[in-house]
């Protein structure tokens, strides 16, 4: 077993590596072979491949020595208008030595960018056109101010399907030499649904057990990353303490680290898994698709999902007079 | 005897003044300028938010350095007449009886309106001919009206102490007065103050009446003691409101601000409308109110205000249609922003790591220390070889591994084998 995050270490390395996402790395793999580049943004859930893409355009364009032409940098980290100003402007206006005159700037977690950044951004990707090219990756593409959007080719992540991921998980369990059983990989699916980068960390943190990989043993991983879980939530608005449910809520979001378009999902599946009525699902899920949306335009994850609790348990209390 | 903590704990050196360690170097370098003749600036402009020192460290050294200050404010010079009368104060740098002197004219912003004009070109006259060190202080140092006055000026900015600085005052406080804070509790007194010490210090006596020890409960409940009943009010307007009107017109009475109003209420609701059909419908209101707030954020149009008032006030006091007015229960304080202060220390720890991740994974801090943390926490409480192996690559510190690792034993074993 090595000892790095597997996550980095499995990460691919070239376009060609890229397990999914075909059709994407297809368009990404001819730019690379017309050694030209448009601003892109790549939009998609987390874990799907969207740094990898980048980084690996990057390798295929450049080479090996790609590190000198690329830049990488979190908007989360540093999101300011400063960091616009300065960072982003002095990388990007000098230009690259070499056969291709730009080099690549890659915004990561550009949907977490004030708009004031995202102006001074728009500003600059139009200047600095000839010696650098905007890569933005985002989760919510329409977190990014229309102006941008408009001068970036936009590539849709989607989350992996269960063969892929199986597919990329048996080949670590193959090099770590890891007895991984079915079960288990059904159980990484059911927790981690497409989401590679977390599957890959589920897998490590499970195998530094040092047993064989089964699904209790995922389950239990995935407990403790994520101790209170969305169905017991549910259950606890089922029978009508909100309060305790909001306290759930809040642990998931604050310390855990759970993120709410996560939640919303697992919500939505487990409304139609669960026995009620059959008119409360429909009328749930319009519920539960307001409020996603309401996510992605920015609002605030604990308010807008205990809204959601508030309604799960009127319906729990309808479903107790009904019986 | 009572005495206002402010005054009866005033740092008497500049030793003790809290925080602002430049300013004040730079303010000692111009005073001791003097020693060899005027100085090309002859005033010291002193500027920064209420409560962090500046006038007390003006009286520190005068009293470090044996001066004699004369201190004016804004009510003794609000006319040129007035001004000029003060002038020949500033006119030596001896007093009449051989010490030093130095002028200190404070709280300029009250300075106001066309009246007080005449006032400020006063200031400026004196300020070109002084003879000795004349000390202004205002919080605005930028506001149009000294525009003029400023290029006569050596400008101090005065900055909001560090929260760690504020609690070693009021800890020294709490040892001189004989009583005994926790440390959280204390520091919860600290940054609620937000820099401002002297409401600190206010709030810490306030709260100490009469006790010889104060724990966090303590605070956090009567840390809004004077505010309590006035949000209690506030929260029982809205929620048990009758009319729209009547609901919206308690945020005038709230003296905090609407996102605070806002955690109050979202906090207290569930408690207060226990039909399961009002609490959804009150929930809602707020979070469409929540909306708002975001449609603020990114047009940053702020006149939609009026509709996330509408929204947490009136769609909150609508929603009550079958909760009936009972009996008491006790308002909470808000629980997101007690989260907040209380973990502070844990979140800088998280993100420090997630920096180490960052380094290594591509992924913002943030989000390594959300989403690759809690594996790392499993890694190392079951597998010492892997921790051993990640801390290395990762790069972590002692006191990281400490944290991931959760148990000091666990940490020893391996950072032992870290050699």
Redesign the interface.
């Known amino acids: 077993m090595s000892f790095e995050m597997w996550a980095e270490k499995y990460r691919p390395k070239t376009l060609g590596d890229m397990v999914n996402q075909k059709e994407i790395v297809e368009r990404l793999k001819s730019f690379a072979r017309s050694r030209n580049v448009p601003h892109c943004i790549f939009a998609g859930p987390p874990g799907t491949g969207k740094t990898t893409a980048a980084l690996c355009l990057a390798r295929d364009l450049y080479g090996d020595a790609y590190r000198g032409h690329i830049m990488e940098l979190n908007a989360s980290d540093a999101r300011g208008i400063n960091v616009v100003r300065e960072t982003v402007k002095t990388f990007a206006r000098v230009r690259s030595i070499g056969e291709i005159p730009f080099k690549i700037m890659v915004l990561d977690e550009a949907d977490n960018m004030t708009s004031d950044a995202q102006q001074a951004l728009r500003r600059t990707m139009e200047r600095y056109t000839e010696t650098c090219r905007f890569i933005l990756i985002a989760n919510y593409s329409g977190k990014i101010i229309e102006p941008i959007q408009s001068r970036c080719a936009p590539f849709r992540f989607t989350y992996l399907p269960r063969e892929e991921q199986d597919r990329y998980l048996r080949l670590i369990a193959e090099k770590e030499e890891l007895s991984l059983l079915d079960e288990g990989l059904d159980a990484v699916f059911e927790v981690c649904s497409g989401d590679l980068r977390r599957a890959i960390n589920n897998l490590q943190a499970a195998a530094s057990l040092n047993k064989p990989i089964d699904a209790k043993v995922i389950y239990s991983i995935a407990g403790r990353a994520n101790p209170a879980d969305v169905r017991k939530m549910i259950e606890t608005t089922m029978n009508g303490n909100f309060l305790e449910a909001r306290k759930q809520l809040r642990d998931m979001i604050r310390k855990y680290g759970v993120a709410g378009s996560d939640i919303i999902r697992q919500i939505h599946t487990e409304i139609f898994r669960g026995n009620l009525p059959e008119q409360w699902k429909i009328k749930l899920a319009d519920v539960v698709g307001e409020i996603d949306y309401r996510l992605v335009e920015g609002a605030d994850e604990e308010v807008q999902l205990s809204a959601l609790l508030a309604r799960l348990v009127e319906a729990g209390y309808e479903l107790g007079k009904a019986k | 005897m009572y005495a206002a903590w402010v005054y009866k704990h005033k740092p008497k050196s500049l030793k003790r003044v809290v925080g602002n360690r430049e300013a004040i170097q730079k303010f000692v370098d111009w005073v001791k300028s003097w020693e060899k003749g005027v100085p090309k600036k002859r005033v010291a402009f002193l500027y920064g938010p209420p409560g962090i020192g500046k006038t007390v460290t003006v009286e520190a050294l005068a009293n470090d350095f044996h001066m004699e200050l004369v201190e004016k404010n804004a009510s003794d010079y609000r006319t040129e007449e007035a001004v000029k009368r003060f002038a020949g104060l500033a006119s030596q740098y001896g007093s009449l009886f051989g010490g030093k002197r130095i002028v200190l004219l404070d709280e300029l912003d009250g300075l106001t309106g066309t009246a007080d004009r005449g006032g400020v070109r006063a200031i400026t006259e004196i300020v070109k001919t002084a003879q000795c060190p004349v000390v202004l202080i205002a919080n605005n140092a930028y506001n149009p009206r000294f525009s003029n006055l400023r290029k006569y000026c050596l400008l101090i900015e005065f900055k909001k102490p560090p929260t760690s600085e504020v609690m070693k005052h009021l800890n020294r406080i709490c040892l001189r007065e004989a009583i005994q804070v926790d440390e959280d509790a204390l520091k919860f007194i600290a940054q609620r103050s937000v820099g401002d010490v002297r409401s600190a210090v206010n709030d810490l006596q306030a709260l100490t009446q009469g006790k010889k020890r104060i724990t966090y409960e303590d605070v956090s409940w009567l840390g809004y003691r004077d505010r309590q009943e006035k949000i209690f009010t506030v929260l029982k307007m809205i929620i048990y409101g009758k009319t729209c009107v009547g609901a919206k017109r308690a945020v005038d009475m709230a003296d905090v601000d609407i996102d605070m109003l806002f955690e109050w209420i979202?906090e207290n609701v569930?408690?207060h409308l226990t039909d399961?059909?009002d609490?959804?419908r009150?929930?809602?209101a707020?979070?469409i109110a929540?909306?708002y707030?975001?449609r603020i954020?990114?047009t940053?149009n702020w006149s939609f205000t009026r509709y996330v008032i509408d929204y947490m006030t009136a769609g909150v006091a609508m929603a009550r249609q079958n909760t009936k007015v009972h009996g008491w229960i006790p308002f909470k304080f808000p629980?997101?922003i007690r989260?907040l202060s209380r973990?502070k220390a844990e979140r800088a720890m998280q993100l420090k790591i997630g920096?180490k991740?960052?380094r290594?994974?591509?992924?913002?801090?943030?989000?390594a220390?959300?989403?690759?943390l809690?594996?790392l926490?499993?890694?190392f409480k079951?597998?010492v070889?892997?921790a051993?192996?990640?801390a290395?690559?990762?790069d972590l510190e002692p006191e990281m591994i400490e944290y991931v690792a959760g148990t000091k034993k666990k940490a020893g074993a391996i950072t032992q084998l870290l050699g």
């Open positions: 979202y569930p408690a399961p059909h609490l959804a009150a929930v809602d707020l979070s929540d909306v707030r975001g954020r990114s940053q629980g997101r989260m973990s920096h991740i960052k290594k994974c591509h992924i913002s801090a943030v989000r220390s959300k989403e690759v809690p594996y926490r499993i890694i079951n597998n070889d892997m051993v192996g990640l290395k690559w990762l």
